[in-house]
Every structure is written in structure tokens, then in C-alpha cells.
């Protein structure tokens, strides 16, 4: 029969097994799988936003040099087209010089808007997408809301449950000697979360390999306190 500190032990390593199942559980369920798939959605379309935010502003600032450009010639045209009517002119020689800057300024304004007009065609595609992706965020956003709180009512649950193994974990733990539960420990963490099992037979629940016959008859002849390992996998063997 095995001391009972080993039935403690078994008990700590009941619960962990059972912790770490409800903390994998937490980490897939559905309703976070499903925030999982928002979130990936939302980092693509961000991606794609904001790759078309600098050819944009790119485009953008093109448009806004030449509406620049446009405004001061026809101001420059407003200008010259007042002083040629102001009377202040009467040389003829003046007023024709002044009558081809008007037509010039006429054919660069006309170039000017042809050339606005290209660039506002070259810009509309990226603000549509820009526009889009962020209709798309919105509503994105708004399902991420639901889904985080369909995740919240969903670990509450389970969340409570794991609490209360914490709790019980915490207790057992107590009947363990320190010595023997940081040994356990040190196992469980290189050991897959196992670090104690019972002998079984002629089989180490641990690992399920038999043990040989000469291994055996030590631990069945060690005294019920000795701290004997599984001589395949290294686990606390508990008889």
C-alpha cells in the first residue's frame, strides 16, 4: 500500500491533468476560434487599407499641386484680362501682348483641368477600396463585439469550474511533503504534464511500458515512503 503521500500526489496530478484540460478547452472553443477568425479578418483588411493609403496620398498630393496650379492661373488670367479692360492700357502693341497672355492662360488652365481630371480617375480606385475596407471595419468591428461576448459567457463557465480545481489543487498540495511535490513538478514540466502514475501491473501508467522483472521486484520491496521513478520515462511510480 502506498504511503499517503503518494495518494496526495496522485490527487495533485488528477487535478493538474484536469487543469490543463480546462485551460486547452478555454483556448479552443468556438466562440474563440471564432473571435480568432475576426481578428485575422480585421489584420487583412488593415493590411490592404493601409497599402492603398500612401498611393493615395501619393496620387493626392499630385491633385492638389495641380489644383494649385490651376487657381493661380486663373487668377493670373483674371488679372491681366481686368487691366487689359481697365482702360489702363492703350497701346496696341500692350493690349495684343496682353490678349495672347489671356489665350495662354486659357490653353494652361484647359491642360491643367485635363490633367486634374486623369488624376482624379487614377485616385478614384484607391479611395473606393479605402472607403470599402473601412465600411468593412465597421462591421468588423461591430461582429467583434458580439463575439467577445459570446467568448465571455462561454469561459464563464468553464473559467468557474477551473477556479474550483485551482482551489482543490491548492488544498491537495498541502498534504504533499515540499521535497516530493518539487520533484513532481520538475517531472511534469519536461513529462508532458505527467509526473506521477501508478504501477499498473508490470506497467508504468505513465508511459505504459513494462518494467523488467528486476525493476519491478526493487520497487515492490522498497519501503512504503521510498520515492521510486519509472526506470523508462523517470515519473514517480506510486504502487
Do not use: W
Not at 493609403?53 to 493626392?60: L, M
Not at 463557465?157 to 521535497?179: H, I, N
Not at 508511459?207 to 523517470?234: F, K, N, Q, W, Y
Request: glycine residues 6%; contains cysteine; charged residues 30%.
Amino acid at each position: 500500500m502506498a504511503a499517503p503521500q503518494f495518494d496526495a500526489l496522485l490527487e495533485v496530478q488528477r487535478l493538474d491533468t484536469s487543469i490543463d484540460q480546462h485551460r486547452h478547452l478555454l483556448a479552443r472553443l468556438p466562440e474563440a476560434v471564432a473571435l480568432a477568425e475576426i481578428d485575422t479578418r480585421v489584420s487583412a483588411v488593415l493590411a490592404r487599407r493601409d497599402g492603398a493609403v500612401p498611393a493615395r496620398d501619393e496620387v493626392g498630393q499630385r491633385q492638389a499641386h495641380l489644383e494649385g496650379e490651376l487657381a493661380a492661373t486663373e487668377e493670373r488670367s483674371k488679372t491681366v484680362s481686368a487691366r487689359m479692360y481697365s482702360g489702363e492700357v492703350s497701346a496696341a502693341r500692350d493690349l495684343q501682348a496682353m490678349v495672347a497672355d489671356v489665350e495662354a492662360l486659357k490653353v494652361r488652365a484647359s491642360d491643367l483641368e485635363d490633367r486634374i481630371l486623369e488624376v482624379l480617375d487614377e485616385r478614384e480606385p484607391f479611395d473606393a477600396l479605402i472607403a470599402a475596407a473601412e465600411e468593412e471595419l465597421v462591421a468588423l468591428g461591430e461582429s467583434r463585439i458580439a463575439a467577445v461576448a459570446a467568448l465571455n459567457r462561454a469561459q464563464s463557465g468553464v473559467g468557474e469550474e477551473l477556479e474550483e480545481l485551482v482551489a482543490q489543487r491548492a488544498d491537495a498540495a498541502e498534504a504533499v511533503p515540499p521535497e516530493l511535490l518539487a520533484d513532481y513538478e520538475r517531472i511534469r514540466s519536461r513529462s508532458g504534464g505527467i509526473g506521477a502514475a501508478r504501477l499498473v501491473g508490470t506497467r508504468c501508467g505513465g508511459c505504459h511500458l513494462t518494467l523488467p522483472s528486476m525493476e519491478l521486484d526493487r520497487i515492490r520491496h522498497a519501503p512504503a515512503e521510498a520515492v521510486m521513478h519509472c526506470d523508462e520515462c523517470g515519473r514517480i511510480l506510486v504502487q
